[in-house]
């Protein structure tokens, strides 16, 4: 077991033997406290990006927060690793992550349309089919 689960154990053991509701009462406490904070311990994440445009976007995200990504031997390019709290990712990280390359995508949208426009030549408009009966 980790330190912080023989702790937790230590505590509901106290909790268990207190003998008066002031005693039950600080152990409670100390065990929410300290559950609070597993609750903050940095934890790693793997990011899979599906491009390495989405990967320098998180990599300058991580530079923000001071964070510090990395990759394993033999992982491929388009993974990221990093050590953070789930509540730091979870409120923070990933929400602004997700909201740039959602900005990403549609300049890259926005930029592809007008080169594909660019690349069509002008042409009049097409007049509809002529539809003749042969009955």
């Known amino acids: 077991m980790t330190r ?38 940095p934890v790693e994440f793997k990011i899979l990006h599906h491009n390495l445009w989405k990967k320098k976007l998180f990599l300058a995200l991580c530079e923000k927060y001071e964070l510090a990504p990395y990759r394993r031997k033999r992982q491929k390019k388009t993974t990221t690793l990093v050590q953070v709290s789930p509540s730091l990712m979870n409120s923070h990280l990933w929400p602004e992550y997700q909201t740039y390359v959602a900005m990403f995508e549609e300049l ?16 009049p408009p097409l007049s509809p089919p002529l539809i003749t009966s042969t009955i």
Not at 5 to 27: F, N, V
Not at 114 to 123: A, D, G, N
Request: charged share 35%.
């Open 108 to 123: 890259v949208q926005d930029v592809f349309d007008e080169l594909i426009l660019k690349m069509q030549p002008l042409q």
């Open 4 to 41: 912080v689960h023989d702790k937790l154990a230590k505590i509901e053991a106290l909790i268990e033997r207190a003998t008066s509701a002031g005693e039950r009462q600080a152990a409670l406490l100390a065990k929410q406290r300290l559950l609070e904070k597993e609750c903050d311990l």
